[in-house]
């Protein structure tokens, strides 16, 4: 099992994961969990629960929007897709993230 | 036997116990429960090595724990927990005024079918209510729960302390508090009545101050437990905001 990514490190990362996650299509918390369980092979180590609140803050922020609809399954499932406002957002996170990713590439060489 | 809706019915209800969670949050964490537990049991080397029970524990765990998840929530929504301690508060405070308006008619129909007026009666019905408002807050009071949220609340730690049932308990307790001090208003007020008479009735005093003297004691006495919860809620995000900039 691969080392997970430190807690503080995982909390700061949400907002740009779902952001850029939504960017590729509306969809659902379970779902979002499971691309980002995939994307990172496991080192992004995220308590289930705790996505809901990330979503529900950048929704009051109106960088997603949210609507219930009725899964293939036939529940009630409330899904989230980005607002023209989220995909500013993620263009300035995006630029935020590769800064951090550059200076630190060029301490380490 | 295990029973999915059985355990999903009673994972919900002691999440909805605790602060800071919609009911449209709880329907989507549902959701992804059932979601979870439908995976699990689709796995068929988990299908074969857990029984349905343990699978439904290990959903819900992955979920996270209540107690962490409300907390998350309600840093997500601050107010969402205050709005939830006032509308329970409000509907005890309701509840038991509607429960001693009923009593109070009851003693009216009395009255007009036996043709005589019964005093006492309505003064019985009324202690009675009073009595039945008392009880609940002393056994709300007296269970170890109450006494660590009385202890939380102390701390400033309001998050926790206002199951649903004791808010409207608490509700219940500020109607109460409110009518036994209200007294207290006529007795400030007494020395401004022009006649012997305590009353509702404004020409009754001899100053208009007097009356109002008695109604803003009346108005204070009930307000005064919501006034409190208010600021202590406040309060208590102050306190957590700071924590979470920290």
């Avoid at chain 2, 997500?76 to 409000?90: F, G, K, N």
């Avoid at chain 2, 009593?103 to 202690?127: D, E, G, Y």
């Avoid at chain 2, 020395?191 to 012997?196: D, I, Q, W």
């Amino acid at each position: 099992m691969p080392e997970p990514v430190s807690k503080e490190l995982v909390a700061a990362s949400s907002k740009p994961l779902v952001l850029a996650i939504l960017a590729r299509g509306e969809s659902y918390g379970y779902a979002i969990l499971q691309e980002v369980r995939e994307l990172s092979g496991g080192r992004l180590d995220w308590t289930e629960g705790m996505l809901y609140p990330v979503l529900h803050r950048l929704e009051a922020q109106k960088l997603i929007q949210a609507r219930w609809a009725t899964s293939e399954g036939g529940r009630r499932r409330k899904y989230y897709r980005l607002s023209h406002q989220g995909s500013r957002a993620l263009e300035s996170e995006r630029s935020d993230w590769e800064a951090v990713d550059a200076t630190l590439k060029a301490v380490w060489g | 036997m295990f029973d999915l809706e059985v355990s999903v019915a009673a994972w919900k209800q002691a999440l909805a116990s605790r602060d800071g969670l919609r009911p449209e949050a709880l329907d989507e964490l549902e959701d992804h429960l059932r979601v979870s537990f439908d995976q699990l049991s689709a796995e068929s080397s988990l299908k074969d090595a857990l029984t349905p029970d343990e699978r439904f524990a290990l959903a819900a765990r992955r979920l996270g724990d209540t107690r962490a998840l409300a907390t998350e929530f309600e840093r997500a929504d601050p107010s969402a927990a205050v709005r939830r301690r006032w509308i329970w508060m409000l509907a005890g405070f309701v509840g038991i005024h509607l429960a001693s308006q009923v009593l109070l008619t009851a003693s009216v129909i009395v009255s007009a079918i036996t043709a005589q007026t019964h005093p006492r009666l309505s003064s019985v019905l009324f202690a009675l209510t009073m009595l039945g408002g008392a009880l609940a807050l002393f056994f709300a009071a007296r269970s170890g729960a109450a006494r660590s949220a009385l202890d939380r609340v102390a701390r400033g730690a309001l998050h926790g302390s206002f199951s649903t049932a004791r808010t409207v308990a608490l509700g219940g307790g500020a109607l109460l508090a409110g009518t036994l001090i209200t007294p207290l208003g006529r007795i400030v007020s007494a020395r401004y009545l022009s006649v012997g008479r305590f009353g509702d009735d404004p020409s009754a005093f001899a100053s208009p101050f007097g009356f109002a003297l008695e109604q803003a004691v009346r108005v204070i006495a009930f307000a005064a437990p919501f006034v409190l919860l208010t600021v202590l809620s406040l309060r208590e995000r102050a306190h957590r905001s700071d924590a979470t900039t920290r």
